[in-house]
C-alpha cells in the first residue's frame, strides 16, 4: 500500500500493510539504490553499467513478488532510462502509480542542503513533480529522502514545509560513525557534545520530530548505521557495492534469523514506537533476489518465537506507522553539522557558478515577467533550470568527483547551463524599456605615503600599511576602533585533508596555521576609477603570489573586497578579521533559514556553511555583518574574530601522510577561476535582522550580473512586485509551472512565535485573485484581497503565493 496518498488508521495501515494486530516489534526493511548522477563515473558511463541492468532486475523483481517495494530516491537516472527505453514506460508507469516503484521525494537529484540556494533546491523538486506530471505519473510524495547528503541545513523542515513535503529520511550526521571513513574504530563513536550523540545515546531514538527556527516541522528518520545496513541480509561478507558483493550469497534461514537478530539488537534501543526500520540499498546496487519470499520465511519459522515481525515496504510507510506514536517522540531543532567541513570551500568555482546561474535565471524569470503578465514559456530557461537542479546534487556542487569527472561532465553542464542563463537575461531585458545607470559614485578622501593608505568614508575610516603585510591595520566607526588586529589577512593552514574534510577532521589528519599575509612585506597601490577607490595590495604567501583589492565609495558603509590566487598544495588559505567584539556566536543564513551557531563544535576552528552573510555582535557595540558571494566556509577561531575560507587546495585525504581511506577515493585540484568577492559593514547595532538585506551590501556582491553600463537589473526588478513590510522580501517572480498566474516567492526571518500579515502587489497591475500554495504550485487556500493587493500572512520564513491578474 501507498502510505502517502491516504490517511488510514494504524490499524487499517497494520491490514494494509500484512502486519498482525498482535506483532508488537515490526521490522520494515526498505529497499532502494543509491544512484549519484556523477561521483566515480560520469552519468553515461553509470547508465550504461548499471542503472540499465538494475532496472531489468528491479522490474523482474517487483513483477515475480507482488508484495514487494523497490525505492527510487531521486528522478535524474528515473528519467534517462524512460527516455531511452519507451518500450518500458507502460511497465515503469503502472508500477509507479501503484505504489510499488516507490518514489521517495520528487526531486531531479537528492539535493546537498547547505550549499545550493533556498530557490534551487524548491526547483528542483518542482522541476521532477512536474516531469512525473506530464507523463501520467501521479504520485506526489509527503516523503523527501536524503540518504547521503553531507549534513543538513537546520532549516531543513523550512524547506520541506514550503515544498509540501512533511516527512525526512537522513543518514549523515555530526559525530556518527561511517564505514571506512575514520581510523577510529566502530566504539569510539558517537562523538560526545554531537547530534549523532544527542540522538544515539541521550535519547535513543532514530525517529525525531525535527522543527526549524521558523517552527516548521517534518517527522524524521535517521539512519544510524548507513543507509545501506541490511544489504547483507542474504550474504555472508563485507559489503556489496556497484553490483560487486565482498562475499558470498548465504540464503539459509539460519542466515537470515540471525541477520535480522543482529538488525533488531541494533535498531530496538533506539526505537521509542513498535516500528524499526533498515534500509537496503548501497550505490547502484540491484534488488536482493527474492526478499518478500526470504522475509516471509523469517515470518513462518520464526515470528512466533521472536515476536518480531518482518515485511519490505517503504520509509514513507514507516513513518506513517511511526506518526501514530508522535507524542512518545522528541521534538528537536537540531543542527546535524558539521558531518564534514572541507567540502564547504572544495572546487569553489563549481559553487560560485551553481549559485550565479541559479541568481541570473531568476533575475530573468524577473525581468520576463516585467514584460508580460503571463510570460511564455521559455524552453532555453527550462533546460538551465534543469542544470541547475542537477548541480544541487551532493557531489556535485560539493566538489567531492575526481577531476575527469569534473571536467569531462561536471564543468560542461555549467558552461552550458550560464551561457543559457546569459541568454535568458539578454532577451528578458530587451523586452523592457531601457533600465536607468547607477548613479554615479562619490569618492572617498585618501592619502598614500611611505606605504601607510589612510582612507576616511561617511561612514569608516581606515589603514592600511605594507609593513604590514597590506593588512587593515585600523578600522574606526565614529572615531572607534573595531579592530583587535590586522583585518583581511591571510592565514595559509597545513591542510592534510581532501575534498570532503579538512585534516583536523580524521585521526591521522593535520590542520595547523603555517603561513600569515601580515609577516610579508606588500605592495599598496591605489586609484579612483568611476568614483570608487580600488585598492590593490600585491604579496605572497609563502611561494604563491595573492592580489587583494579593496572597493571604497565614500557615501557607502560597505567595505567590499575581493582576492586573487591560488593555494598552494596541501594548503587552505582564510581570510581573518579580529574584531575588538567578544562575540561567542555567529548568526548566518542557510538554506531556507537564519540561524545562530556556536564557536565551536567538534573541531577547533570549526567551519560553517553560510548561505550569504554572516553576523557577529554584541548588544553594547554593535556587528560585523559579512557578505560572502556564494556558499561560505566560514568560522570564529577566537572570540570576536572571524575568518572564511578564500582558496583551497587539499586533493585527497591521508592518513598520517600515507594511508588512504576507502570511503574518500576521489581527488582534485583546487581552482579557484575568478577569485572569491567578499564585503564588511560594520553595523551600528547587534540586531542581524535585515543585515543581510542592506540594499548596498547585495548590490556589492551582484557585479558580475550586470551589463556593461551598469545598471542594477536586480534593483530595477524589485519593484515588479513588493510588499508594505521592508523584512519580507520577494525573492522570485515566475511564470507558473502548474496551473495559471504568477508564483511570487516571499522570504521572511520570522520565529516559531511569530506571524506577520503583509500586502503584497505588482504596480501597474491589475490583481484579479490570489492564492497561497506550496513551492509544488499545489495550492493551499485562496488570501483575500485589499484593493490591488494581496493580503498575505507569513508565519514560515518560505512563502510562495499564486497571484492571477486582470486581462489588459
Known sequence: MDARRTDPSEAELREALGIPTDAETVLVFGETSHWDPNWLL?????????????????LEALEAEPRRVFGIECLFFFQLYWDRHPAQRERLRSLVNDGR???????????????????????????????????????????????????????????????????????????????GADLRPPWSFPLEGTSADLLGAQLK??????????????LCHWNAFTYFQGDMLAHIGIIRWMGMTLGVPWRTGRHVARRVD?????LKPLSRTPYLFCPIGCDFNGPIPGLVELLDRYNRERYERSGVWTLNAGMDDHLALVDFHRDALPVLELDPNPYWMGFYATRPNVKRRCNRVARKLVLAEKLAFGAHARPPPDPELERAWHLVAVSNHHDFITGTTPERVYRREQLPWLEEAEALADACVSRARGANARLPPEPPATPPRWSLADGVLEVETDHFALRLSERAGGCVESLRTGGVERLAGPGNDLVAYRDSGGLWRMGHEF????????????????????????????????????????????????????????????????????????????????????????????????????YWAARSFAFLSTPEHGGLAVFLGGPACVAMPAPGTIEWVALRHAPLERAFGFIPLPAHPASGVGTSEGGFDYALWLTPDGDFRG?????????????????????????????????DREDVVVTAIKRASRGDGVIVRLRADV?????????????????????L????????????????????????????????????
Not at 46 to 57: H, L, S
Not at 262 to 266: G, I, K, N, S, T
Not at 535 to 550: D, K, M, N, P, Q
Not at 751 to 771: F, H, I, K
Request: some cysteine; overall charge negative.
Open 42 to 58: 560520469t552519468s553515461e558511463e553509470y547508465f550504461d553499467r548499471r542503472i540499465v541492468p538494475i532496472f531489468e532486475e528491479v
Open 101 to 179: 516503484l516507490r518514489l521517495l521525494g520528487s526531486g531531479i537529484t537528492t539535493p546537498d542542503t547547505l550549499l545550493p540556494s533556498s530557490e534551487a533546491i524548491l526547483r528542483d523538486y518542482l522541476i521532477g513533480q512536474e516531469w512525473l506530471r506530464a507523463r501520467d505519473l501521479t504520485p506526489e510524495p509527503r516523503l523527501a529522502y536524503l540518504p547521503d547528503d553531507f549534513g543538513h541545513s537546520p532549516a531543513l523542515p523550512s524547506l520541506l514545509d514550503a515544498m509540501g513535503f512533511d516527512r525526512v529520511g537522513i543518514t549523515r550526521i555530526d559525530g556518527m560513525y561511517f564505514v
Open 205 to 218: 531514538t532514530q525517529d525525531f520530530v525535527w522543527r526549524a527556527p521558523d517552527g516548521a516541522e517534518a
Open 262 to 266: 543482529q538488525l533488531v539488537a541494533q
Open 507 to 606: 585521526l591521522g589528519g593535520t590542520y595547523r596555521e603555517a603561513l600569515r599575509s601580515r609577516d610579508q612585506p606588500a605592495r599598496v597601490a591605489a586609484e579612483e576609477q568611476d568614483g570608487v577607490l580600488v585598492i590593490t595590495v600585491r604579496s605572497y604567501l609563502g611561494a604563491e603570489r595573492v592580489v587583494r583589492r579593496l572597493f571604497v565609495e565614500g557615501g557607502s558603509p560597505i567595505l567590499r573586497m575581493h582576492i586573487d590566487g591560488a593555494a598552494a598544495e596541501g594548503t587552505t588559505v582564510a581570510c581573518r578579521f579580529p574584531t575588538t567584539l567578544r562575540a561567542e556566536t555567529l548568526t548566518m543564513n542557510v538554506p531556507g533559514g537564519v540561524v545562530e551557531r556556536p564557536r565551536e563544535k567538534l573541531f577547533a576552528p570549526t
Open 691 to 723: 543585515h543581510h538585506l542592506l540594499a548596498r551590501g547585495r548590490r556589492a556582491l551582484r557585479e558580475t550580473l550586470y551589463p556593461d553600463d551598469g545598471a542594477d537589473l536586480d534593483a530595477a526588478v524589485s519593484q515588479l512586485a513588493v510588499c
Open 751 to 771: 520565529d516559531a512565535t511569530e506571524a506577520w500579515e503583509t500586502r503584497l502587489r505588482c504596480p501597474g497591475r491589475a490583481l484579479r485573485s490570489a492564492s
Open 773 to 808: 500554495c506550496d513551492a509544488r504550485e499545489r495550492d493551499r487556500h485562496a488570501l483575500p484581497l485589499d484593493a490591488d493587493a494581496a493580503v498575505v500572512s507569513v508565519d514560515r520564513s518560505i512563502t510562495s503565493v499564486r497571484l492571477r491578474f486582470e486581462d489588459p
